[in-house]
């Protein structure tokens, strides 16, 4: 897929199905009292801001990733598909509001933990290496640079924020303590053998998965599933392995697959003559902005599954 085959869709506005909540990129309604149905729109957010202009098939994209993984990644863990289509579950006239940008899916306890592995020293956790030497509690050799290859991927997680505000980072044992010993260590173990099984995927195709999060859920059985989204753009940092060893050395971020094109030129952006603070309204995004960053997008989906 070269090109989105519908119109950007920023918001939804499905009226057969009760909306649940708003996502910064998700629109989620329910269906029945055991099933969710997920639809990824075009927005964008930087800096936990939602930008005003939807980039035109990135929830397309993101969706078409998420299933390539779930396909690849199902042996390790349960996911949270229940395999039918949505567009059974919304009137004919919706059905281009979900069609290939959606996922009907099993209505879950979630685990208010993010399960964040990094197998790269990159974003804050090259911020925390500078200052401690370790990330989120896990201590680190000296002498490490910024996207340096970690010795072995670590589990860093995050306690899932309220709507509007930023995760924050926390220790194993504090989830331990939110959740209990055998949860915790259940949910960090399946992460670094989801990540690491991605990782070498990815880098067969020319891709460095620097880092990424999971989310996990409990069924009514107390069966533990993978849920939300899984390895896109969104929610990974993705590098091409080209560029990396020139960033590398001269202590660069790597070119990225994901919104970082967008944070960079925000980082410049001025209003009313002064940086942005970082607070919404976001300053409007310019056409060459949304069409480089929506071709990363796409780009990354060629790359992963050609």
């Known amino acids: 897929m070269t090109q989105p085959s519908t119109p950007a869709l920023h918001t939804s506005a499905?009226?057969?199905?009760?909306?649940?909540?708003?996502?910064?990129?998700?629109?989620?309604?329910?269906?029945?009292?055991?099933?969710?149905?997920?639809?990824?729109s075009d927005r964008l957010s930087a800096?936990?801001?939602?930008?005003?202009e939807p980039i035109p098939g990135k929830g397309e994209l993101l969706t078409q990733m998420a299933l390539f993984w779930f396909g690849k990644l199902g042996h390790i863990c349960p996911n949270h598909l229940t395999g039918e289509a949505p567009e059974s579950v919304v009137s004919p006239a919706e059905v281009p509001q979900v069609r290939g940008r959606s996922m009907l899916v099993q209505r879950l306890k979630p685990i208010l933990v993010e399960a964040v592995v990094r197998g790269y020293l990159a974003g804050s956790g090259w911020?925390?290496?500078?200052?401690?030497?370790?990330?989120?509690?896990?201590?680190?050799?000296?002498?490490?640079?910024?996207?340096?290859?970690?010795p072995a991927p670590i589990y860093t997680p995050a306690a899932k924020a309220e709507a509007g505000d930023h995760d924050e980072n926390i220790t194993f044992?504090?989830?331990?303590?939110?959740?209990?010993?055998?949860?915790?260590?259940?949910?960090?173990?399946?992460?670094?053998?989801?990540y690491q099984e991605a990782a070498d995927i990815?880098?067969?195709?020319?891709?460095?998965?620097?880092?990424?999060?999971?989310?996990?859920g409990l069924a009514p059985d107390g069966t533990?599933?993978?849920?939300?989204?899984?390895?896109?753009p969104d929610s990974s940092r993705y590098w091409p392995v080209e560029g990396y060893a020139d960033a590398l050395a001269k202590g660069e971020n790597?070119?990225?697959?994901?919104?970082?094109?967008?944070?960079?030129?925000?980082?410049?952006?001025?209003?009313?003559?002064?940086?942005?603070?970082?607070?919404?309204?976001?300053p409007?995004?310019?056409?060459?902005?949304?069409?480089?960053?929506?071709?990363?997008?796409?780009?990354?989906?060629?790359?992963?599954t050609a």
Request: aromatic share 6%; charged share 30%.
């Open 224 to 232: 533990l599933v993978l849920m939300d989204e899984v390895l896109t």
């Open 47 to 52: 800096f936990d801001v939602i930008m005003g």
């Open 202 to 216: 990815a880098l067969a195709k020319g891709m460095i998965i620097a880092d990424t999060k999971f989310e996990f």
């Open 14 to 40: 499905l009226t057969s199905l009760p909306l649940l909540a708003r996502g910064k990129v998700r629109d989620n309604y329910a269906v029945g009292d055991d099933r969710i149905l997920m639809v990824a």
């Open 127 to 150: 911020k925390e290496y500078q200052a401690s030497q370790s990330v989120c509690g896990v201590p680190l050799p000296p002498g490490l640079t910024n996207a340096a290859k970690l």
């Open 173 to 194: 044992e504090r989830t331990v303590e939110m959740i209990g010993l055998d949860l915790a260590t259940r949910i960090r173990d399946i992460s670094i053998r989801l």
């Open 254 to 282: 790597p070119p990225s697959y994901d919104k970082q094109f967008v944070r960079d030129w925000l980082e410049q952006a001025k209003v009313n003559g002064k940086p942005w603070d970082k607070t919404a309204p976001a």
């Open 284 to 304: 409007r995004l310019p056409q060459d902005v949304i069409e480089k960053t929506a071709a990363k997008y796409r780009e990354a989906l060629e790359r992963l």
